[in-house]
């Protein structure tokens, strides 16, 4: 997945109905004006959800001195009734790309979200899975927090995410893509993000900024004092940045910049993407975080959580 470029784009978008959920369709068309694009809309209706509305119904009737019938019969009947109604509303969000994008197709599935979101993306091959996250609502919606903190956990795809927050209807103003940055920890692992990252800035003719953050030293090392230490390094990071942007430079065809802030690390990428107007964070799928995942309760999770710019992790 981190060799994958934006010569021709194939994202999954998936929905649960909510216009929370809906805020990944602009970054879907963010991407789609660089690359020529495939759609896929996927909406995912848990066991539980069909189980429950089934109950819901027998305790109603039950109220009114009747009864349900043959309990696989309704089961099925619900089943039916909820494919046609996700269909509905897929198609209805499928127009609203169709002029933007190459093309664009839907499926309902029925199964966990998560499980079904990693396995879609799986059958869609070199595919990125673009995702709002916090979106939660009624009945049939999905708690879209945990189910992309799993899908992150899961997938070998590329997920670009957004903060959802809460609107009454999804927008519709496609974000610009001027500004990218990647965070980088000095890794290899980290470094898997970078192809990606310099081929959107290259399609886009965006700025790239490469960052890395230092923490503080908390006291003296050998001869230099905490100061001192810190100090050197920031040296040591601006030297690796400075070498890879140079390398980023020549892909893009447009100056790489570096920057290395001080502090706790999440903390200073939401910050520096803020100060430097970025409308893209781009983060390895592994690194900046030790041997864990970024994402499993770490610097991933944590950026998404506090920034309103959208996360691509990838790598």
């Known amino acids: 997945m981190s060799t994958q470029t934006v010569s021709s784009l194939t994202l999954l978008v998936p929905l649960d109905g909510s216009p929370l959920a809906e805020q990944a369709l602009p970054l879907a068309r963010m991407l789609a004006a660089l ?8 909406r995912v209706i848990p066991p539980a959800i069909v189980s429950n509305l089934v109950r819901h119904e027998a305790v109603l009737l039950g109220a009114a001195g009747d009864t349900l019938g043959d309990r696989d019969e309704q089961l099925d009947y619900m089943r039916e009734a909820l494919q046609a109604e996700a269909e509905t509303y897929l198609e209805q ?17 029925f199964g966990t979200p998560a ?16 995702m709002a996250t916090h979106g939660k609502g009624g009945l049939l919606r999905w708690a879209l927090g945990s189910v992309t903190t799993r899908v992150l956990q899961t997938t070998g795809h590329p997920v670009l ?15 610009p893509l001027r500004r990218i940055m990647v965070a980088l920890d ?46 050197r390094l920031r040296e040591l990071a601006f030297g690796y940045l400075d070498r890879i942007a140079e390398q980023s430079t020549r892909h893009i065809g447009r100056h790489v910049t570096t ?45 998404t959580q506090a920034s309103a710019v959208p996360l691509l992790v990838a790598g």
Do not use: C, W
């Open 35 to 42: 690359a020529p694009t495939s759609v896929h809309l996927l």
């Open 93 to 109: 969000q499928a127009g609203t790309l169709a002029e933007q994008v190459h093309s664009v197709d839907y499926e309902v599935a």
């Open 115 to 130: 499980e079904q979101i990693v396995a879609a993306a799986a059958r869609y091959g070199d595919s990125i899975i673009v």
């Open 161 to 175: 995410v957004a903060r959802g927050s809460k609107v009454d209807h999804a927008p519709t103003v496609t974000p």
């Open 186 to 231: 000095g890794s290899l692992t980290a470094e898997r993000a970078l192809p990606m990252a310099t081929s959107l800035a290259r399609a886009a003719h965006g700025d790239m900024l490469l960052t890395q953050v230092i923490e503080p030293a908390d006291s003296p090392i050998a001869a230099l004092t905490a100061d001192e230490a810190t100090g």
């Open 259 to 303: 920057s290395v802030p001080v502090g706790h690390v999440a903390e200073e990428i939401v910050e520096e993407a803020a100060r430097k107007h970025i409308d893209l964070i781009v983060l390895g799928r592994h690194g900046l975080g030790g041997a864990q995942p970024a994402f499993l309760g770490g610097t991933a999770e944590k950026v």
